[in-house]
């Protein structure tokens, strides 16, 4: 067997990533195992909204961690560009919520009275302050919200600065190579094989393996159960045609600093097929141009789809396993580039002993389990 490390971590997108250069960060000696490229699947796939309101309408356990880690983000990118030397296409113009149908609109209002009650920042905007906000916007938003403290960035520029960032750290990162099963004593997880037949030891194992994290097995547990759900996304090239993070209808556009718009997504339990789909992309296109018709005429500059890891619940699996010395940090869906600092640093005070510092318990890996 290779000699240990103190912590390995399965998995390195967003989560996997920022998770190992923390607990590198915090002396533990830091092994990653990435079965293809770094951030790319999940990661570079996503949209890269930093967004804890703009599907908020009620409280819940998600909620309140999203605005934790929301809180995070700043301190977090300063260190991150500290480390990297890299800029992330950090956009702070917030975001707005538009409602095209009366339907929609009561979908705001909840909103709004869920999070002006709450003492969040969030502004109610007719169809005249939409426009006066947006002027691409659609003629036909009845009103909507503005959350300025909602932000954007461009993910695969975050996974680049966080492989520079983790490895600075002392992380060493291995591409290419895939955690096959773990390795089990007793009741404690001791190590890994990997895709190549190598026996890696470690003190203790991070799962943060996106949607193939039900599929790390060892004798005698069960793993959390892992869902791929596919997100597909258009694309655009039309610089200067909106400047915020537009939301509407269950659908959004980013736009970033060179002038591309990011359209998404959609939501499909179709396995593991990474397919881009006729339909996929009829279903974005009209809600893309529902929101901004502008975008009829803009250039599709590119297309694809990614596949986000869920849970049958819906939220993340962050904590103990069932063995000692194995942690979860998977599930996020449609959060994970959000959730990436508060993620980070709970598993790793979780790795060292430490407090959370959050309420984990709606999280719990082991919620899966018969009387968990």
Known sequence: MQRGTDLLVIGGGSIGLAVAREAARSGLSVHLLE????GGEATGASAGILAAQMDAHEAGPLTTLG?????????????????????VDLRTDGALVAALDDEER??????????????????????????AAEPALSRKVLGGLLLPHEWSLDPARLARSLVLAAGRSGVTIQSGEEAARLLVEGSRAIGVVTSS????????????????SGFIQGDGMTPPPSEPVRGQIVCFQAPDLIRRVLSGGGFYLVPRTDGRIVAGSTMERAGFDRSV????????????????PGLAEAAVRSTWAG???????GLPVIGAGPLA?????????????????????????LVTGGDPGVDLAAFDPLRFQEGG
Do not use: C, M
């Not at 009561?106 to 969030?122: C, K, M, N, P």
């Not at 940090?329 to 990436?340: K, P």
């Open 35 to 38: 079965r293809n490229a770094p």
């Open 67 to 87: 605005l934790e880690s929301r809180a995070l983000w700043p301190e977090f990118l300063r260190e991150l560009n500290e480390d990297s030397g890299l800029d």
């Open 106 to 131: 009561e979908e705001v209002d909840r909103a709004y009275h869920f999070q002006s009650g709450s003492g969040l920042t969030i502004e109610r905007l007719d169809g005249a302050g939409l426009h």
């Open 197 to 212: 037949g190598e026996h890696r030891a470690a003190g203790a194992i991070v799962v943060a393996a996106g949607a193939w």
């Open 277 to 292: 789909t006729g339909a996929g992309l009829e279903e974005i296109l009209k809600a893309a141009r529902r929101l901004v």
């Open 307 to 313: 596949l986000r890891p869920g849970a049958p619940d």
């Open 325 to 349: 010395g194995l942690y979860y940090a998977s599930g996020h869906l449609r959060s994970g580039i959000l959730l990436t600092p508060i993620t980070a640093r709970v598993v790793t005070r």
